[in-house]
């Protein structure tokens, strides 16, 4: 899954200027969404942070180790406090963006630390979330920021989150999320009135 992402990614950047990497099981909340969804994507993009709760599982620290490793290590000690002891897990927090111009560079990167991008592919492995690296590289290299939102909602992991931890989220730092998990919706459907969330995922999981 990984791999094929960063495949993708690796096409994409030249022929589009703002890509996502969304999985099959996201639909569009209406009709009217598509259009509406990449304006808001964009600007959350160009905001330049990410959002993480912290969590102390084993699995979810070795998920963000692992990913760790493809930046170069001297900036192993500044990424284990970014994000607090690897313990702030951003994975699927928001829809993953990325603009041209930064993927440019990320793969930049990726092939001068792996000598070569098929060094780069091969090292591709299950711990190796496409868009972990990808946050991780953007706070080395363009300075953006990862807000641990643990003290805002009780829920650590970001595809727990619903729609009222996403809403004092936004409340408290001016940025709201392009989509939801279904079941939230299930739970909380008044909620998704009147707040410019555009997708809804996991549509398999009820």
């Known amino acids: 899954m990984n791999l094929k992402k960063f495949c993708a990614l690796h096409w994409a950047k030249d022929h589009y200027e703002y890509c996502a990497a969304i999985d099959c099981d996201t639909i569009f909340k209406d009709k009217n969404a598509t259009h509406a969804f990449f304006s808001d994507a964009i600007k959350n993009y160009e905001k330049n942070i990410f959002f993480g709760g912290t969590n102390s599982h084993s699995g979810y620290n070795e ?3 692992a990913c ?9 000690n500044k990424l284990e406090t970014l994000t607090q002891k690897f313990t702030v897990y951003p994975w ?31 090292n591709q492995n299950w711990y190796s979330f496409e868009h972990i690296i990808f946050v991780y590289f953007k706070l080395i290299y363009q300075n ?15 595809e727990g989150l619903n729609l009222k931890d996403l809403i004092n989220i936004k409340y408290r730092y001016n940025y709201l999320t392009t989509w939801v998990r279904l079941s939230s919706v299930i739970e ?14 996991h549509i398999d999981r009820i």
Do not use: C, R
């Open 68 to 76: 760790s490793k493809y930046l170069p290590n001297k900036y192993s």
């Open 188 to 201: 909380e459907p008044t909620l998704l009135q009147g707040e410019n969330i555009h997708m809804i995922y």
């Open 92 to 122: 699927f927090f928001d829809v993953p963006l990325y603009q041209n111009k930064d993927l440019i560079a990320f793969f930049e990167v990726m092939n001068h630390q792996n000598d070569n991008l098929n060094n780069f592919w091969n």
């Open 63 to 65: 998920i963000l180790k």
């Open 144 to 158: 953006a920021k990862l807000i641990n939102y643990s003290t805002e909602v009780k829920q650590n992991v970001p």
